[in-house]
């Protein structure tokens, strides 16, 4: 039963939009991609030099992945990636400047104090990240203590 009620929901679905097609609508315009789009996926190294580029061990267990709104990094102290919204990005032919919002503490006195790990290391402070292209696959964050090796994009399973 609940089957049928799916298909019935995709054709009456389908059927709709080819409807609106025939009567002269036009489809939505592409999107257009972000500055940053090229560095979009995991990558790893950065904090050791790359491991492995493929696989599970890689896109398991990314050092950064970037994507539309957010930048997560791995931390060396805890288990769980810090996760930075994304404010603004800035792009140069091979260079983005990533400004993100800034990191807040929680609202008791415990919680007011942010990780130490919260940025990159880099020398604009935790709510920036400059991020330069090295390669198809490769990248570095200059002058980051946190991340003095390059790294690289993880690709395929």
């Known amino acids: 039963m609940r089957r049928s009620i799916l298909v019935m ?37 950065g904090i050791f030099p790359p491991g492995e580029t493929s696989g599970p061990r890689c896109t398991g267990q990314p050092s950064v992945i970037f994507t539309r709104d ?12 810090r996760q930075r919204l994304i404010e603004t990005v800035a792009a140069s032919p091979n260079t983005l400047e990533f400004r993100f919002v800034p990191a807040a503490g929680g609202g008791n006195a415990l919680a007011s104090r942010m990780p130490a790990d919260v940025g990159f290391g880099c020398p604009g402070g935790p709510n920036s990240l400059i991020v330069e292209r090295r390669g198809e696959n490769e990248i570095a964050f200059p002058n980051c203590a946190e991340f003095p090796s390059p790294l690289t994009r993880c690709v395929g399973n």
Do not use: C, K, N
Not at 19 to 31: D, L, S
Not at 70 to 81: E, G, T
């Open 70 to 81: 957010v930048v997560l990094r791995a931390s060396i102290f805890d288990v769980a990636y």
């Open 9 to 45: 929901a995709m054709v009456a679905a389908l059927g709709g939009s080819a409807a609106a097609q025939q009567a002269g609508a036009q489809p939505a315009a592409p999107r257009a991609e972000p500055p940053h789009a090229w560095v979009f996926g995991s990558w790893t190294g």
